[in-house]
Nanobody
Framework: QVQLVESGGGLVQAGGSLRLSCTAS????????MGWYRQAPGNQREFVAR???????YYADSVKGRFTISRDYAKNTMYLQMSSLKPEDAAVYYC?????????????WGQGTQVTVSS
């Protein structure tokens, strides 16, 4: 089991920056990937970014060049640095972790943190 605690959401003006954090606990040795998803009202949850155990990084096209995902292994924490925020980035952001062994992974989710971008 992996437990996730997110922080860092809030209200920011368009063009501003925020940094989200996600700290993992539990069977963290089994984590294969960590990432972020977001969900705006009336929309489906969508992929934002992911970092794998091997440090491969993936971004949604909509955030490339503006968001940066990183991981501090010593702190068991993942970050999402968001810059040049747009009103369309407003959503609840969820931390996602894939953990398991033998190539079989279970997805775990954080409770979500609200990001609001004012125009």
């Amino acid at each position: 089991q992996v437990q996730l605690v997110e922080s860092g959401g809030g209200l920011v003006q368009a063009g501003g920056s925020l940094r989200l954090s996600c700290t993992a606990s539990g069977t963290i040795f089994s984590i294969n990937y960590m990432g972020w998803y977001r969900q705006a009202p009336g929309n489906q949850r969508e992929f934002v970014a992911r970092i794998t155990r091997g440090s491969s990084i993936y971004y949604a096209d909509s955030v490339k060049g503006r968001f940066t995902i990183s991981r501090d292994y010593a702190k068991n924490t993942m970050y999402l640095q968001m810059s040049s925020l747009k009103p369309e980035d407003a959503a609840v952001y969820y931390c996602n972790v894939g953990a398991g062994t033998g190539g079989v992974y279970t997805d775990y989710w954080g409770q979500g943190t609200q990001v609001t971008v004012s125009s």
